[in-house]
């Protein structure tokens, strides 16, 4: 790190503790976090904090409603952790169940002593019975269908983009708003997006169920460093509510600026006509 | 030594949500409710600070700060945040009146904590004008542009005050950063 990028990165760390930063600002520091990690720093935003607490009068408890709202959404963060964990850390035997299956006591009895030799033998056949039965088995699936294999627990939508948030650093939100105000299409919610990782989410409600026959949605991406906006995927909305989609970049997402939802033939367009936009979500400046 | 909320919160010990909210939902509320312009607004920052307290409870390091500090950085951020895309700063009756007003209150009974009162400390050592412009940003949420407007510096003034007095409460505070930690000029 030269001396100019770290006094550029002292200066957008004093200024995101004080005053917070411009989205072109965060994603400056985000840049420079990546590239350099042993600088990235909360120490001034601690101080902020601490500045912040003076004179603040905490008498008045907080509401008691708002306490059950924030206990509910606790408990709901955490189901979708245990879920992840149990995603990714599929459960383990034990050590006592692993000794539990493993263990046995020593008999002295010669009976005894037989009776294990004769159920050895017998296992040991067994066993030969059931591997010659499983490769003949194998043999005939392999000529009629692909072996089957393990199938992981996949994450919800909303699952996913909860595990962004939590682990990108450089997040993107912003709101859907009307692309003609004069034709409002009312499409609220909003989108989350990840430069780092390449990733993220929209979120809609009031978005109109579509008739697949004729028309799809597609996501677009309008990115400073692009010509034309980059194609984002294409979905259906089958149900009323709130859909949750995640964002299929066909191209690197170099500084998005806008997002944009049109309403095209299905299966998509490589260039849209921008005849049909539903919403747009613009990243401040 | 009882274990910290935040990093029972952190081992995914449920039963620590109910401390954390006795212990620091007064604080929360207060930092939402002073950062928001209505109650409701306040409400539903509250919801997303928590959660951002829950998903950022195992990156609390109590070397660095208390715990009190580490989940008001935690507020402070969210409310910063949703004030850029609010798109509005906290309305207050006068700007003039903030301006006017002695902020560079010490009083040690009306500080949250030791951090807190430290912090009063620290800012009677800074020059009157890092001094205002510090309290104007963090405590009355002003903008830099705001700041600007209200006491007629520039702004470029306002940013190289708030960066140098920001940095000497640092100092004042011990709050050592990585890079002076790793050798580096702070």
């Given at each position: 790190m030269n001396e100019q990028e770290k006094e550029k990165m002292r200066e957008l760390l004093s200024d995101k503790a004080v005053f917070g930063l411009t989205d072109a600002e965060i994603a400056e520091l985000a840049e420079l976090e990546e590239n350099f990690p042993e600088f990235a720093d909360d120490s001034l935003e601690l101080t902020a904090a601490a500045i912040g607490m003076m004179n603040l009068d905490t008498s008045e408890p907080m509401p008691a409603h708002l306490q059950a709202k924030v206990a509910a959404d606790a408990e709901q963060y955490f189901a979708a952790r245990k879920a992840e964990a149990s995603v990714s850390e599929p459960p383990k035997e034990t050590a006592e169940e692993f000794q539990k299956t493993f263990t046995f006591e020593p008999k002295s009895s010669i009976w005894q002593w037989l009776g294990w030799a004769v159920g050895a033998l017998a296992c040991v056949a067994l066993a030969i019975n059931i591997y010659t039965t499983q490769q003949k088995l194998k043999e005939l699936e392999a000529k009629t269908v692909p072996t089957p294999t393990a199938t992981p627990v996949k994450l919800t939508p909303a699952q996913e983009r909860e595990q962004l948030l939590a682990s990108a650093k450089d997040i993107v939100e912003t709101n859907w708003g009307d692309f003609d105000k004069a034709k409002p299409k009312n499409v609220q919610g909003d989108v989350v997006w990840s430069n780092a990782a390449q990733k993220g989410f929209v979120r809609f409600r009031g978005l109109p169920v579509n008739d697949q026959s004729k028309e799809t949605y597609q996501l677009w991406i309008f990115d400073e460093n692009q010509k034309q906006p980059i194609d984002g995927g294409v979905f259906d909305a089958?149900?009323?509510g709130e859909i949750i989609v995640p964002i299929n970049a066909k191209l690197k997402v170099q500084k998005p600026i806008m997002f944009g939802v049109t309403a095209e033939k299905p299966?998509?367009?490589?260039?849209?006509?921008?005849?049909?936009?539903m919403a747009v979500a613009k990243i401040a400046a | 030594m009882a274990e910290s909320i935040l990093h029972r919160i952190a081992d995914k010990?449920?039963?620590a949500v109910q401390d954390c909210l006795k212990k620091y939902g007064g604080l929360v509320w207060s930092l939402a409710r002073r950062m928001s312009t209505n109650t409701e607004d306040a409400e539903d920052a509250v919801q997303e600070i928590f959660i951002d307290v829950w998903k950022n409870?195992?990156?609390?390091?109590e070397s660095q700060s208390s715990e009190t500090t580490f989940i008001a950085m935690i507020a402070r951020r969210r409310l910063i945040d949703r004030l850029r895309y609010a798109k509005r700063r906290i309305a207050p009756d006068s700007l003039e009146d903030i301006v006017a007003e002695p902020a560079n209150r010490a009083d040690e009974e009306m500080q949250t904590n030791i951090e807190a009162k430290d912090a009063a400390r620290a800012l009677q050592t800074l020059r009157p004008e890092q001094r205002q412009v510090l309290q104007l940003s963090?405590?009355?949420?002003?903008s830099h542009q705001e700041i600007s407007e209200a006491t007629g510096m520039p702004l470029g003034t306002v940013k190289t005050h708030a960066r140098r007095g920001i940095l000497q409460v640092r100092e004042f505070l011990g709050m050592s950063s990585l890079e002076s930690m790793k050798g580096g000029a702070a």
């Open positions: 089958s149900e009323a299966g998509g367009v490589p260039v849209s006509d921008l005849k049909n936009v | 010990d449920q039963t409870a195992e990156r609390f390091d963090i405590v009355q949420g002003l």
